[in-house]
């Protein structure tokens, strides 16, 4: 499928330009709303978003929901400078801004993983339409000069997997202000890590310091819950998973092609990468053939 194995070796390599600046790498993020968050330091899992229907609350609100939901991967919106390398992550922004308008029109409308899981969970409903979640990676300017407004006219939310390192701003990395910005606008922020190291290959120490320290960064800049991991280039195994999980996250977003399912293990979550030079009818295209593939059911009964 489009080169993937080659795809995924570029995504932890792309060297991009953030809105036509300079290229860099690397990834940064984005969570939601305007309400208050308060999180207890000595255990991450404790994490609380007040006043939101999308927080931890165990809470029933009413029937688990079961619709499938499939996760959208993006990368750069612009288009690729002269020489880039990987120019297949860099998605132009008539392109995304006329997948936006199909998927609309096609009945879709964007959630964030907070929100997928609270419905599949508690049963709080999701807004009207077939829900679908819009990723970003890498924290590129252009995610929040190009991407947000084109979401915004859809009043849709977005989330945003930041890697705390490794994309200065002045390579078109975001600002913290401009993170803080696509919070208030309703986005979710999860994170990568630091460094988008190989996590597999790590020692314990630095493992922890990848996943947990970063999720308490995210969490002490943008007082936000930071809820879910996304392992760097897709790369992980069971130790890096039971790191996960001990971090508090509520699961990890994969690499790996398919839809999403309420009975699905929620640390190995599928996404549908999406290359530059795919036309709106092409990106319905790519998410119906997924439909019907995912991983197999997992024995998860965590709530």
């Not at 829900?131 to 979401?151: E, H, R, W």
């Not at 019907?292 to 965590?302: E, K, Q, V, Y």
């Amino acid at each position: 499928m489009l080169g993937l194995a080659a795809v995924v070796i570029a995504a932890t390599a792309i060297i991009a330009t953030a809105g036509g600046s300079n290229p860099a790498s690397r990834k940064i993020a984005s969570p939601t709303s305007q309400a208050e968050h308060k999180r207890n330091t000595a255990n991450s899992s404790d994490t609380t978003v007040l006043n939101s229907s999308y927080s931890l609350s165990t809470k029933k609100v009413g029937p688990p929901g079961n619709k499938p939901v499939p996760i959208l991967m993006y990368h750069v919106i612009g288009k690729p400078p002269a020489g880039a390398p990987f120019p297949g992550l860099y998605v132009p922004a008539s392109e995304f801004a006329g997948q936006m308008s199909a998927l609309a029109k096609a009945g879709y409308h964007g959630v964030t993983q907070d929100q997928m899981w609270a419905n599949w969970k508690r049963g709080v409903p999701l807004p009207p339409g077939k829900p679908i979640v819009i990723t970003f990676d890498n924290g590129y300017k252009s995610q929040y000069a190009v991407a947000l407004p084109i979401l915004r006219k859809y009043h849709w939310p977005a989330v945003e997997n930041i890697q705390l390192t490794g994309l200065p701003p002045s390579q078109g990395g975001l600002l913290r202000k401009q993170t803080r910005a696509m919070v208030a606008a309703g986005w979710e922020l999860d994170t990568q890590g630091f460094s988008h190291a190989d996590l597999v290959k790590l020692t314990p120490q630095a493992l922890q310091h990848e996943v947990a320290d970063s999720r308490h960064r995210v969490q002490k800049l943008y007082k936000v819950p930071a809820n879910w991991f996304c392992y760097p280039s897709g790369h992980y195994n069971p130790t890096v998973i039971s790191a996960v999980k001990k971090a508090g996250y509520i699961g990890s977003t994969t690499t790996m092609p398919g839809w999403n399912r309420r009975n699905y293990d929620p640390y190995k979550l599928e996404r549908l990468r999406v290359l530059g030079g795919t036309t709106p009818n092409g990106l319905i295209n790519l998410i119906q053939s997924y439909k019907d593939h995912g991983s197999p059911p997992a024995s998860f009964s965590g709530g």
